[in-house]
């Protein structure tokens, strides 16, 4: 890029620390309290990782990272200071950050550990960020087990500075209910945007292994084998096929419960999914509601039951006539352009898609500070994926778009 960009990353975690709920919950909680623990080993591999450090909570008991390495080759703690240093180095001007593998733990089926892991988790970042605000957006974890809870801690988030809230991309009742409707007034009301991180929802505590956990496990084990066609296969299916699933499930329930209809001032942003397969997504959600050219409106089908007269044959319809049923005044196609927004890191192919999707419908990560992000070569990657695109499209995806949403201020040039 010629020219420096006013850069938001919407996909950055906020480390905690790693006694943060062992100590900070109610006392009957603290004994199923999300902890993590770091065990050194000698590298495996000559210059290679030493420290590991392991999560304790339902669901994703064990599992294991290598620790993070940071941009000037330090290991990062979750300190603010350390954060804007590793901005700075990175180019980034403004960071959205969530939390990290607190994540796992905030959204189970047990609604009263999961809000008091989310209260204690938003006191810390009160306490630690607050000063911070003006370059940092944690966003606060709401668990929507309980509406009225809900409810109340989105207030209690607003009034203390926050920006945004975090909701779980796999909820425990479908988006599309009408029962969430004070969840979205407060919301609106309260002038903050809901974001949704992949990874986050449907734990059950007497779970041992969550779907996500078991994921992992089996990359793991590939890894550790000979490549085989079935292991090819498997990866790019879980990859790419299953990828735009739990995103895409989520927009079309948002959108078919007419959720951006009757809070038009909300923004959805969906974190860490990338957004090659949003482009396939709208052209399918509005496909649904077309009847094509040459497609013919008298077609019937169904199952015709002779024991009934012709005129009473509840088994069959003309299948095209659902496609004129579209209850809300707006396409799908035009609520994601409206309203959506998804975050990739490193997507060659939603940037070539953007006219399709909307250019303010994708925005740009550094998902920092995990190493499968791009924070180590963020400039570099940039001026790489956004060669050829025009400047305002540009300004709006690396950092525009979230920047105004979230009311970031770009410096003002000297």
């Not at 994703?60 to 804007?84: A, C, H, K, N």
């Not at 950050?97 to 609604?111: E, R, T, W």
């Not at 084990?221 to 299916?237: C, D, G, H, L």
Request: glycine share 8%.
């Amino acid at each position: 890029m010629k020219q420096k960009d006013f850069v938001v990353s919407g996909d950055g975690h906020l480390l905690e620390p790693t006694d943060l709920f062992k100590t900070r919950l109610p006392k009957h909680l603290r004994d199923r309290a999300v902890w993590e623990e770091d065990f050194e080993i000698e590298p495996l591999l000559e210059g290679g990782a030493r420290i590991f450090r392991q999560l304790h909570t339902p669901g994703f008991e064990g599992w294991t990272v290598s620790r993070y390495r940071q941009t000037g080759g330090r290991m990062p703690e979750g300190d603010p200071e350390m954060i804007l240093e590793d901005m700075d180095l990175d180019g980034v001007d403004a960071q959205v950050l969530h939390p990290n593998l607190s994540l796992f733990g905030l959204y189970s089926d047990d609604h009263e550990l999961s809000m008091a892991h989310a209260r204690v988790y938003t006191d810390y970042v009160i306490e630690r960020f607050t000063p911070y605000f003006s370059r940092l957006a944690p966003t606060a974890p709401v668990p929507i087990t309980d509406i009225d809870d809900a409810v109340a801690e989105i207030e209690r988030v607003a009034a203390a500075g926050f920006r945004a809230i975090l909701l779980p991309a796999t909820p425990p009742k479908p988006y599309y209910m009408q029962e969430y409707n004070p969840v979205w007034a407060a919301v609106q009301a309260n002038g903050l945007q809901p974001f949704f991180h992949t990874q986050t929802g449907g734990v059950k505590v007497n779970d041992p292994q969550s779907t996500t956990l078991k994921v992992v496990m089996e990359s793991a084990r590939q890894v550790n084998r000979p490549m085989t066609e079935a292991a090819a296969s498997k990866r790019m299916i879980t990859q790419s096929v299953y990828a735009g699933f739990v995103p895409g499930k989520l927009i079309c329930e948002l959108i078919g419960g007419g959720v951006p209809e009757r809070y038009p001032d909300l923004h959805f942003s969906l974190i860490e999914f990338n957004a090659h397969w949003l482009a396939s997504l709208v052209g399918g959600m509005d496909k649904c509601w077309v009847t094509g050219i040459g497609q013919d409106p008298d077609w019937w089908i169904g199952n015709w039951d002779h024991a009934r007269p012709a005129d009473d044959q509840p088994g069959m319809a003309q299948l095209f006539r659902l496609n004129e049923k579209w209850p809300y005044p707006l396409t799908p196609s035009e609520y994601v352009q409206r309203q959506f927004h998804v975050q990739f890191q490193d997507d060659p192919v939603a940037v070539a898609c953007r006219h399709l999707t909307g250019v303010t419908s994708i925005v740009w990560g550094n998902d920092y500070p995990h190493a499968e992000g791009t924070f180590r070569g963020s400039r570099e990657l940039l001026a790489k994926q956004f060669a050829g695109v025009p400047a305002d499209e540009r300004a709006a995806i690396v950092g525009g778009t979230l920047g105004s949403l979230l009311g970031f201020e770009a410096p003002v040039a000297a």
